[in-house]
Structure formats: C-alpha cells, structure tokens
C-alpha cells in the first residue's frame, strides 16, 4: 500500500510522533511510505496547495500523524484540513487514520476531530494510536505501536471500517433582531468578547450585537481574525521554561493585560470543520506561553455559535472539558439552531447571574481527571517547567496527592481489618455503615 504519512506536527522533522511512523516503516517493510511535513510548511501549502494535493491523491492510505495540542489537533493540521476541503482534494474512499503523541490529555476530543473530518472526506476511517509521548522508547509502546499497525493492515484487507454516526442537521435561524437600545449598564464589570473576522456570518455579528445590547455591562470585542499572530505555535517548549513566547507579535501582551484581565470572556465562532476554527485553535494554542497555569480560574464564561453544535458532540466535549480544567463556570451556549434571539438573552441573563453572584461550580470527571494529568505532568517536570510548578504549590495544585494522606490511608487500613475479621463484622453489624454516615448525619444536624 502507498501510505502517505500527513506530518502535523511543528517540529517537522523533529516530531516525536513522526518517529512511530518511522518506526513503523521499517518493521514493516512491504508498506510503501512517503511523508509529507504538512504542519511545518504549511505557509507555502496556503499559497500552492498542489504538491500536496498530489501526494494526496496518489495515496491509498492517509495517516495523520501529530501531536495533540490544547484538545485538538495543532493549527497548522486545522489549516491543512481546511486547505483540503477550499482545494476539493478527492479523498473518497480511501483509508485514513490516526497516531498521536501526547500526555494522554484530551487525546480523545483530538482523534474524534480528525475522524469526523475523513468522514467528511468521505474516507473509510480506522481507529489510531494514541501514545503517550515516552511511549515509543519502551518495549510495550513498540509492541502496541506494531500490533495497532498490523491490525489497521488487516481492518484494509478486511474492510473493517468505522461506522460513521450520523447526527441531525437542522436549518439554521439565520435572522436575528438586534434591539437599538442598550440595557442598562452596571459599569462594574468588562466583559471581553472574541471573534475571528476570517470565519464570521452576519447571524453571528447579529448574535453577537444582541448579545452586547442585552447584557448589563460593558463589552469589549477582540478581533482574532486581524490580530497580527507571526505564526502558530512551533511547540519548541522554550515558554515552559522562561515563561515568554518566541514570537514577538504582541500576543503575550493581548492575552495577559487585555483578555485574562476581564471579569469574563465570550467566545463567538462560526463551526468550521467540527471545530471553532482555525483562528480560534491557533489563538488557543499560542496560550501555551501561558503553560498549564488556570489562570482564569473562577472566571465566568460563554459561547455564542452559529452552526449545528447538537450535532456536534465532540465540539460540545471541548467546550465542556474546558471549562470543567480551567475552572470556568460555562454560561451558556447561545446557537442559531432554534432560536438564537431567546438564547442569547438568556446568556446575558445568566452571566448576569453569574458574575453578580460569583456562581462557581464543582468539577466533574471532565475537570478532575484532566487536572490530575497536569498535576503529575508539572510535578514530574518541574525543572523544566518552573513557572507551573511554582503555581501549582501555591496554589494547592499538590494536595490531593494521594501519597500524602496518611491519616485516610491509616483509617482505611483498620477498616480493612475489621471488615476481613468475620468475627468483628459479625459484632459490627448495622454499625459499619451507620459510622460511615455518622459524619453526614452531623452536618445535616447542624445545617
Ligand atoms: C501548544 C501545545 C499544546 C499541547 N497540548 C496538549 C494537550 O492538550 N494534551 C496533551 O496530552 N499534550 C499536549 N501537548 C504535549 C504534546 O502533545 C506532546 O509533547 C507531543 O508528544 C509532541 O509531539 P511532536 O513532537 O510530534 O510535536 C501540548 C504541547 C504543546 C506544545
């Protein structure tokens, strides 16, 4: 088979997924593999697409290889994407599917994104790899990175493909009312409200107006669209250490004194390819100067969205598990399926609510397990990423290490000692679970 390996990762060359690939190819010598670094050029790509195209099209199978970046795949993998579908690149019928490098986090949300967009291709998609990012320089991720490849090999010979889900698209509501009055502001608080020029509609700047006359504090919109970003980010890791990018394009300065200094921060995106846009992921990713910090933690939050996002569930996951990692209470999704003019008023409304009362909500898996990932990422990589680490001690980012609890650990030992004696649990009897609510008992009692 003539495997073309879609390189998206920034480091080219010195990608480290890109070396499962490598590897894979030479264990299996009777594949044909040729590779094309699509992340690191992707500037002369967006200006002639067509060596792409070729290799494209000569191809029986696509193999996206990438790091995942910020629940997605890297920007410069959404351009190409995109480049794709603007070039009407034929792709139907062939096999696509996946490898990714990272810390495990969100690598879900990343490969559901580039299924759903070979489903849109018309590809016969089989399920990827997703490694960590060590994985390739142990003997099991060897064995698994094999027995995934020689399984795809045998799913093609086979025609075992993934069954796409087909969700329902309704027509969208494209007429908005925008009222000429403005409610009246309290002055207390700024609201930012971000928005991408290059992918708008005029429902979206409609929805976002309505948006800006209905809510009771004064907005600012930030325009990603014409920001004057140099490039995606490169992943060259150097912000984990000093804390500042290598471009200098003014973006630390945007992001730092004017979008996380708000009281809270809108996002309006129009759906573009199952996600919010290449703009909007290339502003998420370039956030990486910031590391793994939550610093807008308790920060209230909201989306308004053209498009169908109840047909999106991945979209929904993303927006969902980012708000559950950074700590931001999600306001609203306001759409233009049904009926955009009610969902955006109550948006305002519950922002309003929101930020008037400091609503905060408890995590969820979401929120809990992608904070444990940073958590054990930052601790063992302290050295390198100093600025992470010193905010997760001072933040209490460490205390729920397990390790460290030596008085539940202790109790939980003598538990197991009565509930092993046959004996004791005989003379326990109700009592075990009555001393296990006692303590919720008290509360009540108390309340
Ligand atoms: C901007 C940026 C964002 C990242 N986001 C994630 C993430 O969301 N989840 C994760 O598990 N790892 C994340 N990582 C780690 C990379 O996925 C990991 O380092 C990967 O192995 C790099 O592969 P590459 O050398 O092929 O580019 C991120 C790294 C960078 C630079």
Known sequence: MNILVVNGSPSGKNSITLHTALYLEKKFPDQKFTYLDAASRIHGLQKDFSPAAEALSGADMILFSYPVYTFIATSQLHQFIRLIKENNVDLKGKVASQITTSKHFYDITAHNYVRDNCFDLGMNYIPGLSADMDDLLKEKGQKEACEYFKHLLWCVRNKVFERQVLHERKPLVEEVDVPRTHVQPKNDKDVVILVDSSNTNPTLDAMVRRFQSKLPFKTRVIDLGTFGFKGGCLGCFRCAATGHCIYKDGFEDLLRNSIQKTDSI??????????????????????????????????????IITGNLDAEENLRMIIAGRGQVGGNYIAGTATNQTDPEKEIDQLALNLEYALDTGLQRTSNFLGIGGMKIFRDLIYLMQGMMKADHRYYKSHGLYD????????????????????????????????????????????????
């Open 400 to 447: 729920d290490f397990p390790q460290k609890q030596r008085g539940t650990i202790f109790k939980m030992k003598l538990v197991g000692i009565l509930m092993n004696s046959p004996k004791l649990m005989a003379k326990a009897g109700d009592k075990v679970t009555e001393g296990m609510v006692g303590p919720y008992r008290k509360v009540v009692d108390n309340a």
């Open 266 to 303: 809108i996002m309006a995106f129009n759906i573009q390819d199952h996600s919010m846009g290449v703009r909007f992921k290339l502003y998420d990713d370039r956030q990486f100067c910031n590391g793994h910090r939550t610093v807008t933690t308790g920060m209230p939050m909201g989306y």
